[in-house]
């Protein structure tokens, strides 16, 4: 779907960081994707290396981390990590539960030379 | 060398629909991001909720859509503002689309701005765009599965519309398990069964609006 404009977010977030250390050469890029976005890690790569192209980030290693839901039931407080569709709490069943993580989308850090 | 960033990506998008969300509390119109399928019955909701809401509140429309202005020649043919955005084929708005969209109405004259965002299941949950209230509309020939497929826009919904329920006899559509499913990713939303385009349902999901629209208000003079 719109992974190239995330991508693009991606890109220019660490072009900009990189250009700021006057760095040559990206040589990886480490991002942090929850798991209740709808990014899909396959077609984030693609958009990557197509979007590198003819930047210093081509070639550059894209390190995608995914974060698993996490959430904390607002009546008995307990926390716990779940799936889409199972987001009630193991201890008491309430489905009123906050989310806590899970819908990430962050550029973490660039390796740059 | 390692270099932190530690930025969100979507903070550009974020930051805008911040001051968006701003400028429409400041100008005291609500909003609303209608999400659905291509066809599920958006701009037909739209056009029932004017015609429900129109002799309480100022309403605007803004049409989002990949090419062409028929959805808003639909909304101005009823003497309605409509601002179309043709997105050059992105499948989904953003918050600076938004802004520049607003530009050309007059908000401190509107009550009422409803947004129908490009007919898409997945990209539009992840952009925010300044709005009260996110809504989705599933018609029922898209079938009751679409929850477990589509999870994420069921979950950022704050109401169901369930269209076309005028159909509801022609197709194997389970209510029950779809409101159970839904009830199970956003137990908090109303489900609001409705033909669009025969006025069947609109005025409860109207209720709703007017009702949410006046705590809006009732919260910014507080
Ligand atoms: N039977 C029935 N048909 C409906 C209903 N609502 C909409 N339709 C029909 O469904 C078709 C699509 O409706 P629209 O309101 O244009 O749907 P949309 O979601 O705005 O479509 P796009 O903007 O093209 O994605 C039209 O032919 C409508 O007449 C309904 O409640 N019942
Ligand atoms: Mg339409
Ligand atoms: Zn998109
Ligand atoms: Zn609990």
Known sequence: MHEMGICDGILSASLDAAAKENATRVNSIDVTIGDLTEIQGEALQ?????????TIAENAVLNITTVSALSRCADCAAEFSHGRFDAKCPECGSYMCELLQGRELRVDAIDID | MRVDIAKGILEKNDGLAAENRRMFAESGVFVVDLMASPGAGKTSTILATIAALRDRYRIAVIEGDIASR??????????????????????????????????????????????????????????DLGENAKVMILSVPEGHDKPYKYPNIFQVAEAVILNKYDTVSFFDFDEAEFREVVGSLNPAAPIFPMAATKGDGVDAWAAWLTDRIEAARAGESA
Do not use: W, Y
């Open chain 1, 46 to 54: 693609f958009a990557f290396g197509v979007l590198t192209k003819d």
């Open chain 2, 70 to 127: 028929v959805d808003a020649e639909k909304i101005s043919a009823h003497g309605i503002p409509a601002v179309q955005i043709n997105t050059g084929g992105a499948c989904h708005l953003e918050s600076d689309m938004i802004r520049r969209a607003v530009a050309t109405l007059d908000l401190v004259e509107l009550d009422l701005l409803i947004i129908e965002n490009v007919g898409n299941l997945v990209c539009p949950t992840d952009f």
